[in-house]
């Protein structure tokens, strides 16, 4: 199969959904896919070397946020703001872009999901020109329905079909500071006349269907895996076990919740350290600046450690030197792949019941499910855990096993293929 698949990059920030679909896409070449990445907005940033790296970058991010704001932008002619779109110039924006908060998104949201009526018709124009300009692919993938906008054109111009992965949208578009009750109306829409829409998980199809009204059958399921190749057994816990969390370095994502459940466990009398790491995006630095308030207010500090923005290799390192992990998020996670990341290490995890945690954690067996919100219930069981050396065992060889029987990155790969067969022959009634 031919697959271009578009993705929206962060520039340089990790992107949970933009490592997700390089790693699909580089799966999907492993089976024997002609499958293309290219980065929309900013360049990707990946565990790796993108699979990205050569393409150009189209929707240059600078012309779209340039065209929102000014009519001038929208009427020059394309030759005089075409430099904005290179690598170079978009990579120096990157570095100076925050993260895409809906909070202060939302006209821009819904000018984007009006496609070829919004305000970005001349990049709209100039992105379906280059996709015409390349080889033709059989399928069209868009990484998300915040870019559903995109697909009339796209279909019509090339005539493939479109595809509209389902991730975490859903949470953007309810934050959005404007526009919210017509975003939503807009990416309905658009779900309705694509070929097929396809969820990362269960939790993510109905929870798109409950809030779009359509028929939860329409919404196909291919659960996000991860790669395994590479992984090493984790380290053997010393005098001193390690508790750690790898996610954004967000309240959002429990941050200040694993503080405060360290020092609950240090309280209880555990002998302990904290290791933290994840993306550490600009706009979120009062995050990590009450997280670390916590752990001093209890003289912890000293055992704990903050790892921001790991590549692939120090992620890697990171948890194998982890004796139990865990990450308390605050929302109904659509993917929480980062969990499965834990498990494929060997690291038994402790993770709420809710979103998407609770069928990640279900189909793989290597951890303990919690109630979500519940921060004393968590120490409790990560405090079990540390004192049961055979339970910690059995995990870590049930969630070592259970990845690799279910949720690589092939398993990924080879669903959304089926996905795709499956989709193509549905319509929406």
């Given at each position: 199969?031919?697959?271009?698949?578009?993705?929206?990059?962060?520039?340089?920030?990790?992107?949970?959904?933009?490592?997700?679909?390089?790693?699909?896409?580089?799966?999907?070449?492993?089976?024997?896919?002609?499958?293309?990445?290219?980065?929309?907005?900013?360049?990707?940033?990946?565990?790796?070397?993108?699979?990205?790296?050569?393409?150009?970058?189209?929707?240059?991010?600078?012309?779209?946020?340039?065209?929102?704001?000014?009519?001038?932008?929208?009427?020059?002619?394309?030759?005089?703001?075409?430099?904005?779109?290179?690598?170079?110039?978009?990579?120096?924006?990157?570095?100076?872009?925050?993260?895409?908060?809906?909070?202060?998104?939302?006209?821009?949201?819904?000018?984007?999901?009006?496609?070829?009526?919004?305000?970005?018709?001349?990049?709209?124009?100039?992105?379906?020109?280059?996709?015409?300009?390349?080889?033709?692919?059989?399928?069209?993938?868009?990484?998300?329905?915040?870019?559903?906008?995109?697909?009339?054109?796209?279909?019509?111009?090339?005539?493939?079909?479109?595809?509209?992965?389902?991730?975490?949208?859903?949470?953007?578009?309810?934050?959005?500071?404007?526009?919210?009750?017509?975003?939503?109306?807009?990416?309905?829409?658009?779900?309705?006349?694509?070929?097929?829409?396809?969820?990362?998980?269960?939790?993510?199809?109905?929870?798109?269907?409950?809030?779009?009204?359509?028929?939860?059958?329409?919404?196909?399921?291919?659960?996000?895996?991860?790669?395994?190749?590479?992984?090493?057994?984790?380290?053997?816990?010393?005098?001193?076990?390690v508790l750690g969390f790898l996610a954004r370095l967000s309240n959002v994502k429990g941050l200040d919740r694993i503080a405060r459940i360290f020092v609950d466990l240090r309280a209880r009398g555990f002998?302990?350290?904290?290791?933290?790491?994840?993306?550490?995006?600009?706009?979120?630095?009062?995050?990590?600046?009450?997280?670390?308030?916590?752990?001093?207010?209890?003289?912890?500090?000293?055992?704990?450690?903050?790892?921001?923005?790991?590549?692939?290799?120090?992620?890697?390192?990171?948890?194998?030197?982890?004796?139990?992990?865990?990450?308390?998020?605050?929302?109904?996670?659509?993917?929480?792949?980062?969990?499965?990341?834990?498990?494929?290490?060997?690291?038994?995890?402790?993770?709420?019941?809710?979103?998407?945690?609770?069928?990640?954690?279900?189909?793989?067996?290597?951890?303990?499910?919690?109630?979500?919100?519940?921060?004393?219930?968590?120490?409790?069981?990560?405090?079990?855990?540390?004192?049961?050396?055979?339970?910690?065992?059995?995990?870590?060889?049930?969630?070592?096993?259970?990845?690799?029987?279910?949720?690589?990155?092939?398993?990924?790969?080879?669903?959304?293929?089926?996905?795709?067969?499956?989709?193509?022959?549905?319509?929406?009634?």
């Open positions: 199969m031919k697959i271009l698949h578009l993705t929206a990059g962060t520039g340089r920030w990790y992107c949970g959904t933009c490592v997700r679909d390089d790693t699909l896409v580089k799966a999907m070449r492993a089976r024997g896919d002609q499958a293309d990445l290219v980065p929309l907005y900013l360049p990707i940033v990946a565990d790796g070397t993108s699979c990205s790296a050569d393409q150009p970058v189209l929707m240059s991010g600078i012309n779209v946020y340039l065209q929102q704001q000014s009519a001038l932008f929208r009427s020059l002619p394309r030759w005089m703001d075409a430099p904005l779109g290179s690598r170079a110039v978009l990579g120096l924006a990157g570095r100076f872009a925050g993260s895409t908060r809906a909070e202060s998104l939302g006209d821009l949201t819904v000018s984007m999901l009006r496609g070829e009526e919004g305000f970005q018709t001349k990049e709209l124009g100039r992105l379906v020109d280059s996709l015409v300009a390349r080889s033709k692919p059989q399928v069209v993938i868009l990484s998300n329905s915040l870019l559903a906008g995109l697909a009339p054109m796209i279909r019509r111009t090339l005539r493939v079909p479109v595809f509209v992965t389902i991730q975490g949208e859903m949470h953007f578009l309810d934050g959005l500071d404007t526009g919210r009750e017509e975003a939503w109306k807009l990416l309905t829409h658009h779900l309705t006349t694509c070929d097929g829409r396809i969820a990362v998980s269960e939790f993510a199809a109905d929870a798109m269907a409950q809030r779009t009204g359509l028929r939860r059958g329409v919404f196909e399921v291919a659960p996000n895996g991860v790669p395994v190749d590479g992984i090493e057994r984790p380290e053997p816990a010393g005098d001193v076990p002998k302990l350290k904290l290791a933290v790491a994840g993306t550490a995006m600009p706009g979120e630095a009062a995050a990590l600046d009450g997280f670390w308030a916590i752990v001093r207010e209890a003289g912890a500090a000293a055992d704990v450690s903050v790892h921001p923005n790991l590549d692939l290799a120090q992620k890697r390192a990171f948890l194998r030197g982890l004796t139990v992990f865990c990450v308390p998020t605050a929302k109904d996670e659509t993917s929480a792949t980062y969990n499965l990341e834990a498990m494929a290490a060997g690291i038994p995890v402790v993770a709420p019941r809710r979103g998407a945690v609770t069928e990640g954690i279900e189909s793989v067996g290597g951890g303990v499910l919690v109630p979500p919100d519940d921060e004393q219930a968590t120490a409790t069981a990560i405090g079990a855990l540390l004192n049961d050396p055979a339970r910690r065992a059995a995990l870590s060889e049930a969630g070592w096993k259970g990845v690799r029987a279910r949720r690589t990155d092939a398993h990924m790969a080879n669903q959304v293929a089926r996905a795709i067969g499956r989709a193509a022959s549905k319509t929406i009634l």
